[in-house]
């Protein structure tokens, strides 16, 4: 069983997934991050350029947005363009003072208003509802074509009413609806024909500039993609946003809001379950296991490298038994940490070497069990000839430790600075190639204390015989702030 816990501010949202009495996924929204991609506005056009095959909608924001011909949905098909030209001219598909219903489809970056498209699409758990057409599309990352032609079969037959008739609109199944039941599917086909019903409402009566639809924010998205059969309560610190939460699973996810419980305790919600620790210890390098073992987190832009040590775990009776009893352990909690850290794509893990072909069997069985509770589609390709496991994890969002973290100023994320001496030798040999290019009458050297202490003390030789052979004195200044790394040389 699970419990979901939702911790709420105006500034910040955090969930944490809790299985057993352990944290399992941490979500994490900020306001002022949510961009503006998947919201459906009034819009109205307010100048139309043949020229440039585009037109500017004015949405209610602070520019106006840009719409070009190519995201202009013309009779079923969007107005894509052939070898250049489009099939249909911008000025013949919109005018100036045209009310449009529009969707952003590109945050407005800079002096650049938003991008737009009349091809609306509304995104579920396990499907995209496109109410402009009335075809159903399959993921192409879902299996093989047999089962793709499958999963097209029992959508046609879910998207029937009651009457035997299809209302309007297509469906496109997302990867993670492979192994969706009817009765999953059917519930987000529901929650996606009244989301839109609530839009083509509000179109009619709403102005130019209106917001008609805003992507769900994670207080929603927690009812609708995370509460599932195994949960046992969604508990909330806010009694505003409880109220608000029921109100929406009422009307779209009516079998998951009696799970819905507002928090009134004077503790903290975090502090249940010692999550804010958790969210430090997800951030670490290292993580240590209950055995004495520990694994070593590496994230690069490529891949991320998951490294397991014995360290001082010597429990089992033979050197054979502890490397396999502290795979074991770390199959598990490798499961864990890419869900909490929410790392995706590429993933590397090194176990310890195993001899036994059972032992290397077993913790690979148990790796797949524990990355079958895994929410996010996992492929695990298994050991490679060089003894390590090769696995993907589907990129859904922002890993936590860059939504939380950036690159440290000091060591720009290479995790490690050149040391004094280094530093030193580097201030030298650049007031050797300045001595040569200009005449000053003294050099002075700016540099952080630990340089400085060392360049009078153990580099004061180097630093006299340089002095010496370039005719220059040269004075030393200690500067705090900054990096170790960083150093000035002023020509005096």
């Not at 390709?381 to 950036?406: I, N, P, Q």
């Amino acid at each position: 069983m699970q419990d979901i816990l939702i911790n709420w501010s105006p500034q910040e949202t955090r969930v944490a997934v809790v299985e057993n009495g352990a944290v399992q996924e941490l979500h994490l929204e900020r306001t002022l991050e949510r961009g503006l991609v998947g919201n459906i506005y009034a819009g109205r056009v307010s100048r139309v350029l043949p020229g440039m095959q585009s037109a500017f909608v004015d949405i209610g924001l602070e520019r106006a947005a840009f719409l070009h011909v190519a995201d202009v949905h013309v009779a079923g098909r969007e107005n894509h363009a052939a070898g250049g030209v489009p099939q249909t001219p911008i000025e013949r598909l919109v005018f100036e003072g045209q009310t449009l219903t529009v969707q952003v489809i590109k945050d407005p970056i800079g002096t650049k208003g938003a991008r737009l498209s009349t091809q609306i699409s509304i995104a579920g758990r396990l499907l995209v509802f496109l109410p402009q057409d009335d075809h159903i599309g399959i993921s192409q990352k879902i299996g093989s074509h047999e089962l793709r032609e499958q999963l097209r079969a029992r959508m046609n037959q879910l998207v029937l009413a009651a009457d035997g008739s299809t209302p309007p609109g297509g469906f496109i199944l997302r990867t993670n609806a492979e192994d969706a039941s009817d009765a999953e599917l059917g519930e987000d086909i529901a929650y996606l024909r009244k989301t839109w019903a609530t839009v083509r409402e509000r179109s009619f009566k709403a102005p130019p500039g209106s917001l008609l639809h805003q992507d769900l924010s994670l207080v929603e998205r927690v009812l609708r993609d995370l509460s599932n059969e195994a949960t046992h309560s969604v508990r909330i610190d806010s009694r505003q946003q409880y109220e608000a939460l029921v109100a929406f699973g009422d009307i779209f996810t009516p079998r998951t809001v009696h799970k819905l419980a507002h928090y009134q305790g004077e503790r903290p919600i975090f502090d249940l379950f010692n999550i804010d620790e958790e969210i430090a210890r997800a951030l670490a390098r290292r993580v240590d296991l209950k055995s004495g073992g520990y694994l070593i987190v590496d994230q690069t832009e490529a891949l991320t490298t998951i490294d397991v040590n014995t360290g001082g775990y010597v429990g089992a009776r033979n050197f054979d038994d502890t490397i396999f009893k502290t795979n074991l352990e770390a199959a598990q909690a490798i499961a864990r940490q890419l869900r909490l850290r929410n790392l995706g794509g590429i993933i590397i893990i090194d176990f310890i070497d195993m001899t036994r072909e059972d032992h290397q069997h077993a913790v690979l069985a148990e790796l797949r069990k524990q990355l079958g509770r895994d929410r996010v589609k996992v492929t695990i390709s298994g050991f490679t000839h060089l003894g390590l496991v090769e696995m993907t994890r589907k990129r859904t969002r922002e890993s936590l430790a860059h939504m939380l973290c950036e690159p440290c100023p000091t060591c720009q994320g290479r995790g490690q600075v050149k040391t004094a001496r280094s530093v030193c030798y580097d201030i030298l040999r650049e007031i050797l190639r300045e001595a040569r290019q200009f005449n000053p009458k003294e050099i002075r050297i700016v540099a952080a204390p630990s340089v400085i202490e060392m360049l009078l003390d153990e580099e004061s030789p180097h630093l006299a015989g340089l002095s010496e052979f370039i005719g220059k004195p040269i004075s030393l200044q200690a500067e705090a702030t900054g990096s170790p790394e960083q150093y000035d040389i002023v020509l005096m």
